[in-house]
């Protein structure tokens, strides 16, 4: 199986951010630094539940089913900064 060349990497990532709406990515930024829901609504000024489906939403357009999972794909699509 061949691995993505860091070109096909980048053009991935791009076309899933195009996918994923601003709201999504900032949520998606929140949890890579260890962010809670309650948290991330605060600092959003939205209700926690409003986070939640963004959550849901996340994990659907990134085809997994976890936070650490959402994490670790958005970093290798480019998604998010490493670190």
């Known amino acids: 199986m061949k691995k993505n060349t860091r070109l096909e990497k980048r053009i ?3 076309k899933l951010a195009r ?3 601003r709201r999504e990515l900032e949520v998606l930024e929140a949890i890579t630094h ?3 829901s309650r948290r991330i ?3 959003l000024n939205i209700a926690e539940r ?3 489906a963004h959550l849901a939403s996340i994990y659907a357009k990134l085809d997994v089913d976890s936070r650490v ?4 794909k958005a970093i290798r699509r ?3 900064p490493d670190g």
Do not use: F, H, N, S
């Open 50 to 52: 409003t986070v939640k």
């Open 19 to 21: 996918e994923l709406t």
């Open 41 to 43: 609504a605060e600092d």
């Open 69 to 72: 999972a959402a994490v670790a």
């Open 12 to 14: 991935l990532g791009r």
């Open 34 to 36: 260890g962010k809670k």
């Open 78 to 80: 480019g998604l998010v």
